[in-house]
């Protein structure tokens, strides 16, 4: 079922200041395209497996329209004679195919993109590519619609630096060596520990990458 919507990625602003690291993620979309029937808007604050509308919002409104034709019979009998009919950019409730993101890190700009490729995906510089993968948009594993595109950052391999272990630290420790290795840093969820983080330990980062910090007691 076609699917008309536009994505939106924005930055929080916080007492008259963007808030780094904060975005607020966002898609509306109606379907069906020619004869409107449903409408919706899906808006993520502060998101955490990527932070682009395409990534995060998208699929859950594709997910919610799917619900509601296989749960709403007046809707599923309005739409039912409408033309489906294949197209290339166009989003989809229920034929959209759905792909697992790969682990590119540390592979250059080519090995990169010919990997995404194969998995149907496409991939969006931040940045020159030269050098290697040292971060990527999207976590590795997490499954989202086709040719989405992948932001990856990439650095120089002598100038980049391995991800510390900082699971089970204090908040204050853990900014802190985080801040040595010029790093930017966001900590979501309470408590005194660090539960989880991204990057995980051992993977390469760059000065200025960001990393997330999650905390529980």
Known sequence: ??????????QLLVDGNYRTGSYVSSFVGFFPVNQPEIAAIIMMINPTNGYYGSMVSAPV??????RIITTSEPVRKRIASTELKPAKESLYLDSVKTVIVPNVRGLTADEAKALLKLHNLDYKK?????????AQGVQPGKRVMGWTKVPLE???????SKMPNL??????????????????????GAGGKV??????SGASVADGQSCILRMSN
Do not use: M, N, Y
């Open 1 to 10: 079922l076609e699917v008309g919507g536009k994505t939106g990625t924005a």
């Open 61 to 66: 409104f594709s997910k919610i329209g799917g």
């Open 126 to 134: 931040l940045g020159d590519d030269d050098g290697i993968v040292v």
């Open 154 to 160: 990439f650095a120089q391999p002598d100038k980049a």
């Open 167 to 188: 699971v089970g630290l204090g908040a204050d420790r853990a900014v802190a060596t985080i801040e040595q290795l010029g790093l930017r840093v966001r900590i979501s």
């Open 195 to 200: 539960a989880s983080q991204w990057p995980q």
